[in-house]
């Protein structure tokens, strides 16, 4: 069956009664003479006039089939449309050249007319050309990236690096980089946006070629373009890889017609007259009445017109539409007539309910029409009115967008029509989304903003780290002024906006309306069953960009949706008392194992659904009564196997072998309106290519019950014992009425959303804001320096000046268009619905946590979206809106820090991705004050449990995260730990002064409580944990150390060939590790020092010996004199800013004077015992720490006289020019660190517990170096030579030092010579005779 009206082989109905021919001189209607006066008046002749009416001749039905054709003919153009016009030549219509006039790899639409860039820069072009007179043509821009528009001849050849504008006889326009091109490039003309119109006309009497902007002429782009004999232009475009048009040479209306310039395509002039004279014929129907009781004709108003079923006027109708309906299956037509008719009908304004006149006028199309024709108009009527839409400009009161939606609103008020848009056309041939859309205006003058935000406003009032304040004290009554007059600009902004939005709810709430079960399925279930297949293409073309609906669509139809939802969901609440409200929506767990619902292979938390299905099927059938068959178990497995090489062979395109997979045609393409192309171009292999491989597979079985398409009311809502949607509900669901389950999959859908680019997009609108930022501190900076500026420096304050003026008119038109983005993206109200959103989330994480082994079907989407929604709230939608503000805000953070203490080390949760974003969102959930004091109201059992998996061993898990927690909950307690930002990085600007890492310290004492608990108690507990966090601090700083050998070799090297910025980042994270780790060894030994100190517990000397040990190892290396460190530190190399000596050592010395000065008498005596007798101890090291260098005292050589030389100054022994050292704390003159430097961050008290713990090492090492008697090397332990021998092997009775047995025990049983397996270790002491 032909859809296009004009060349269908069908018959149309007979509408003719058989009286006309039975009786001819009565009519069985009305009078005949009546009859005859009602038709002369609906169908005027142009010939006769009012003072001949008395002579016509009498007309009734049986003549006015000859006489309508009569009418239509007269004043019809007698030239052929599709004859070629002088100067033009080519086929009509006008299309891209498919076959053979394009290079590159490029999609096109099924109408040949839209184009998507596939490869690195496509060229492609008409197939008509023009070599005489004026003419034009217009582009939609989808995508305001790098393209040239404009005309070639046919002797232009293109190619990846050169298209049109780049070769002689081609001449281009460039909005992206707002040039013009003719082989060389100069500036031209203004920058364009996604939903401009470049409006391309060529002057070939005059030699000329300009191009306009949205009807706005840019100017003569060229003159004297090459003329004569053989010389033709092509419309052509050039566009690189992703951008996307859609050409319009005439097949519809030009939105911007120029005079004297024609459209490439003839207009079909012949059908628009008869179209035009069809129309009034109509309108004289519905603004006639026939008074059978008076024998007259009576004017009425059209508005009140209904269709009553009156034979007359049926019949007359019936005449009309026999000529009418084809015509109406043209786009041309559609939109030049019936489009601007209805919109005609709706201009007086009022709501779209008081305008019933469409409503009967679609009763009408469906009467007098056949099915075939209705489709294909309604279908040209949205595409019409969805370009309409996006491409209208934008002007203060958004009255173009306005217009449009609301003849959608009252076109989709018709529920046969809406039924047929929704099954075949909203989401199968439209982007039925781009209605939901408010765009952005880029160029803030055109949309009128300046108008309705005449007055200006940023913020001026910065503190110490970068951020405005948000209520500055000293603000100027000036400054109060403008802010105000700002506000108030941008509520009436926001006004009109909400206009627009009510409209697209509108939309949205008869799209969702599950009683118009009259004519067929209800529009919900229509709905529900196309969104669903909308988020499966979103969902499994991720890897294609060109396959996905824009970001920016999603947001707008996601908010739109929420509180279209709700709506719905709270109308069914007030008629169903017992049911959940929205304010407490969530969704069961049910939807997420008993197949109703397809997640389309999504990952679930407990890894693949047929993994689950067969490790859990006991679970199901005994929690939820779902028995699994084993046989959709063998075939789910089966079909794992297969995927693989199935979808390589299912997924390549005939005769595209060289292509791959990847080039399969996308289903959701970003042209302006369709979402379907059907031809694939490549210079490289074919031009046409069959369609991707279907999305369900019919030919295998899987576990799924029904495809999305399959599904009815019955199936989604459930009916007498059946549940639907809720089938197998666990017992620890509540046996309570929640929504309509067709709701419940909506919001399912909507959370999914979410996370497909939802909140990627509001991630980056924040840019205008943070751009705002930038220039204000910009401006204020230049505004200080102009004051400052002496006034012999005339050029330097002209300078200044510039940049004032320059950054001053930035910020005008950024803030303009902050107040639009604030409207639209970041108001309270959206705010609200992120945040529901967020609550949705929580709940249906909870109830399915209930379900105990169920959990693990549950989708990780559901997890990501509740930490993103909190990001996106906490982040976002500040300073504008705040979260405090948030009703339950504390009750939802509680919760939702409940989520993460409890899943982050969930053994349901296998996908490493999800457990690393848990990880990732706990750690930045504690480090600002309020989600912290969240995660401490939690119930003690979860707290307690948190810490229990935190403090779990380090090896084979991603530690750092966790590290990084304990470090947050002791930032603030520890020595010298109570800074923000390190002291030498004070004078430079943060990156994002927002960053969990730059938070103001907030420790949590209840937390460490917990830990002290735990460790104190679980002994074995304590030592596991306490040995992985030692094997990570010898590996991290064993790390940088070798780092910064080689980056201080290459330092070194004459041509300066330094290594790369990878292994700078590498090298400073190993270096943030090792402090990290130190500090949660300082908070280790200060809230549980009997781990140490307690010789009695089982691994406390072996513990202490090797905190000693790794202690020495830092200190050795970050204090030697010249050092590598040092030279490495002096460098000051991008990427290595974190590196310094601050941070390391005072990390160090707080946990020496924590065990060498704050315990008991016992206590330090054990642990000054062990520090002096590791052999690398070196006392200057410590006198380093104080800025008390030079050359290590006698004692302290003697105590070390025995030692290997490991420490020293490593790498060359001619240092390097060592520059000052900028923003350190000390001069840059300084020889030695000092604490005394750092006023600010360390205490007097802090100070005197070092210069006491100096004077206690200083004495304890004379008195060790007193009493130690010479030992002979047979007495030395073979292992270390640092220690005497103090332990016996059993059985095979080899001996070493303790402390090397003990280490080798945690790690291994075997004996270092013989490697016989160790049972017992004894004390061994040398004979006395010996």
């Known amino acids: 069956m032909s859809s296009k009206g004009g060349g269908t082989a069908l018959t149309r109905r007979n509408y003719r009664l058989s009286s006309d021919t039975d009786k001819p001189r009565a009519t069985g209607i009305v009078n005949e003479k009546l009859l005859s006066d009602y038709l002369h008046h609906v169908f005027p002749s142009a010939k006769q006039g009012p003072a001949v009416a008395s002579l016509r001749k009498p007309l009734g039905f049986q003549d006015l089939g000859a006489h309508l054709e009569r009418l239509l003919s007269e004043g019809e153009p007698t030239e052929d449309r599709d004859q070629p016009a002088e100067g033009r030549l080519g086929p009509q219509p006008v299309v891209l050249d498919h076959t053979s006039g394009f290079e590159g790899l490029l999609f096109v639409d099924d109408d040949l007319l839209g184009v998507i860039g596939h490869s690195n820069f496509s060229s492609i072009r008409a197939t008509t050309c023009v070599y005489k007179g004026k003419w034009a043509y217009e582009v939609l821009i989808s995508s305001q990236g790098l393209m040239q528009i404009g005309w070639c001849t046919l002797n232009c050849r293109f190619n990846q690096e050169e298209g049109v504008g780049d070769t002689p006889d081609s001449y281009a326009y460039d909005g992206n980089r707002v040039r013009k091109w003719n082989v060389t490039t100069t500036n031209y003309g203004k920058s364009w946006a996604a939903g401009d119109i470049v409006s391309c006309l060529i002057d070939l009497d005059e030699g000329t070629i300009t191009f306009c902007l949205n009807g706005q002429c840019l100017g003569t782009a060229f003159t004297s373009i090459k003329m004569g004999p053989g010389v033709a232009y092509f419309p052509a475009i050039s566009l690189s890889f992703k951008e996307s048009v859609a050409f319009n040479f005439g097949s519809r209306p030009l ?377 959709e178990i063998q075939a789910t497995s089966m079909d794992d196997l297969d995927e693989d090489e199935e979808s390589g062979a299912a997924q390549r395109p005939f005769g595209a072998a060289a292509m791959g997979g990847a080039l399969a045609r996308p289903s959701w393409l970003s042209s302006p309106t369709l979402g379907r192309a059907n031809r694939f171009l490549s210079t490289a292999a074919v031009s046409l290519m069959t369609p991707r491989r279907p999305l369900a597979q019919p030919e295998k079985v899987k576990v799924r019950t029904l495809t999305v398409e399959q599904r009815t009311e019955e199936d989604i809502e459930g009916s007498h014992g059946n549940n639907g949607l809720l089938l197998g509900r666990p017992l620890e669901e509540p046996d309570q009425p929640i929504a309509d389950k067709s709701l419940l999959e909506i919001v399912d859908g909507i959370v999914m959303m979410y996370n497909l680019s939802v909140h990627q997009q509001l991630g980056k609108m924040v840019v205008v804001s943070d751009d705002v930022h930038e220039y204000a501190v910009a401006l204020k900076d230049t505004e200080e320096k102009i004051a400052r500026c002496p006034a012999r420096r005339p050029d330097i304050l002209e300078e200044l000046q510039k940049s004032q003026k320059v950054f001053a008119e930035k910020l005008n038109h950024l803030s303009r268009r902050l107040a639009w983005i604030n409207a639209t993206i970041y108001s309270k109200e959206k705010m609200l619905d992120v945040y529901w959103l967020l609550c949705v989330c929580i709940r249906t994480i909870e109830h399915a946590d209930n379900t105990g082994s169920l959990f693990a079907f549950a989708p990780e989407f559901y997890l990501n979206v509740a930490m993103n929604a909190y990001s996106a709230l906490k982040n976002y939608f500040s300073p504008a809106n705040s979260m405090e503000e948030l009703p339950g805000y504390e009750e939802t953070l509680t919760q939702l820090a409940a989520i993460l203490a409890k899943h982050f080390a969930d053994p349901r949760i296998v996908g490493t991705d999800i457990k690393d974003s848990l990880m990732q969102a706990l750690a930045s959930y504690v480090c600002y004050p309020q989600s912290l004091r969240a995660v401490e109201r939690i119930p003690e059992e979860q707290r307690v449990a948190m810490m229990r998996n935190l403090l779990a061993p380090y090896e084979q898990r991603p530690w750092a995260q966790t590290n990084w927690i304990l470090v947050r909950l002791w930032r603030g307690c520890g020595f010298g730990y109570r800074y923000t930002r390190l002291p030498h990085l004070l004078k430079t600007k943060p990156e994002d002064a927002n960053l969990p890492s730059l938070q103001k310290p907030c420790p949590s004492l209840l937390l460490q409580r917990h830990m002290a608990e735990l460790l104190s108690m679980d002994k074995d507990m304590a030592a596991s944990f306490l040995n992985s966090v030692l094997n990570q601090l010898n590996w991290a700083f064993s790390e940088f150390i070798g780092m910064i050998q080689e980056i201080q070799q290459a330092a070194e090297r004459p041509e300066r060939n330094f290594v790369d910025t990878r292994q700078l980042k590498v090298c400073a994270t190993c270096f943030d590790l090792s402090v990290s780790l130190l500090r949660v060894l300082e908070m280790t030994v200060t809230l549980v020092p009997e781990i140490f100190l307690d010789w009695s517990r089982p691994s406390a000397e072996l513990l202490l010996r090797r905190l000693a040990q790794l202690l020495n190892q830092v200190l050795n290396r970050v204090t030697a004199e010249k050092n590598l460190f040092d030279r490495v530190v002096n460098l000051r190399l991008p990427g290595l800013e974190s590196v310094d000596h601050y941070p390391i050592l005072v990390a160090v010395t707080g946990i020496l004077v924590r065990i060498l000065v704050d315990g008991d008498r016992q206590g330090t005596s054990r642990a000054a015992s062990v520090l002096l007798s590791d052999p690398c101890f070196q006392l200057h090291s410590i006198q380093h720490l104080l800025g008390e260098g030079g050359e290590s005292s006698g004692s302290s050589a003697a105590v070390t006289s025995s030692a290997r030389p490991v420490i020293g100054s490593l790498g060359s022994s001619v240092a ?45 090492s004379k008195q060790a170096a007193a009493s130690t008697a010479p030992t002979s090397e047979e007495d030395l332990c073979p292992i270390c030579y640092a220690h005497s021998i103090s332990a016996i092997f059993k059985p095979c009775s080899h001996k070493s030092c303790k402390a090397c047995i003990n280490q080798h025990l945690m790690n291994n049983k075997d004996c270092f010579f013989c490697k016989a397996t160790i049972t017992g270790v004894e004390d061994y002491s040398k004979p006395a005779n010996s």
């Open 255 to 631: 939105r911007y017609p120029v005079e004297g310039y024609l459209p490439l395509q003839n207009p079909p002039a012949a059908d628009l007259m008869k179209a035009h004279k069809l129309l009034g014929y109509i309108k004289n129907v519905l603004s006639t009445a026939i008074d059978t009781q008076e024998e007259r004709l009576v004017e009425k108003d059209c508005a009140v017109w209904r269709l009553h079923g009156e034979p007359t006027v049926l019949i007359t109708l019936a005449h009309i539409f026999n000529h009418f309906a084809p015509l109406m299956c043209k786009v041309y037509l559609v939109e030049d007539v019936l489009m601007n008719f209805l919109l005609g009908i709706l201009e007086g304004g009022g709501s779209v309910d008081e305008h019933p006149l469409i409503q009967h006028l679609l009763d009408l199309f469906w009467l007098l029409m056949e099915d075939y024709e209705v489709n294909e108009c309604l279908k040209q009527l949205m595409m019409s009115l969805l370009r309409a839409y996006r491409f209208s400009p934008i002007i203060p009161d958004l009255g173009f967008q306005i217009h449009y939606l609301r003849l959608t609103t009252a076109i989709l008020h018709h529920e046969k029509s809406r039924k047929y848009l929704l099954n075949n056309v909203l989401f199968d041939v439209l982007r039925s989304v781009v209605f939901f859309y408010i765009k952005t205006p880029l160029r803030v003058k055109e949309a009128g903003l300046e108008e309705l935000i005449p007055t200006t406003w940023w913020p001026t009032h910065f503190d110490k780290e970068g951020k405005d304040e948000r209520e500055p004290k000293d603000e100027s009554a000036d400054e109060r002024l403008r802010r105000r007059a700002y506000e108030r600009g941008c509520q009436r902004l926001k006004k009109r906006i909400e206009v627009v939005e009510e409209l697209q709810v509108q939309i949205l709430r008869l799209l969702l309306n599950n009683k118009d079960k009259t004519t067929g399925e209800a529009s919900r279930y229509i709905f529900l069953n196309k969104f669903r297949k909308f988020l499966q293409e979103n969902a499994s073309n991720r890897g294609h960009p060109t396959a996905l609906c824009p970001p920016e669509y999603m947001v707008c139809f996601l908010h739109r949706l929420i509180t279209a939802v709700r709506a719905c969901w709270d109308e069914g609440n007030r008629k169903s008392p017992g049911s959940v409200g929205s304010e407490e929506a969530y969704v069961p767990p049910q939807l997420f194992y008993n197949g109703k619902v397809d997640y389309f292979d999504l990952q679930r938390l407990g890894g693949l659904l047929s993994h689950l299905k067969k490790t859990l099927k006991d679970d199901l059938a005994s929690k939820a009564n779902i028995i699994i068959d084993p046989a």
């Open 1216 to 1260: 390097p020019p060592i520059p000052a050292a900028t923003g350190n704390a000390g001069s840059s003159e300084r020889k030695h660190f000092s604490l005394h430097a750092y006023t600010d961050y360390i205490s007097e008290e802090e100070k005197q517990k070092v210069e006491l713990m100096l004077a206690f090492l200083t004495e304890e």
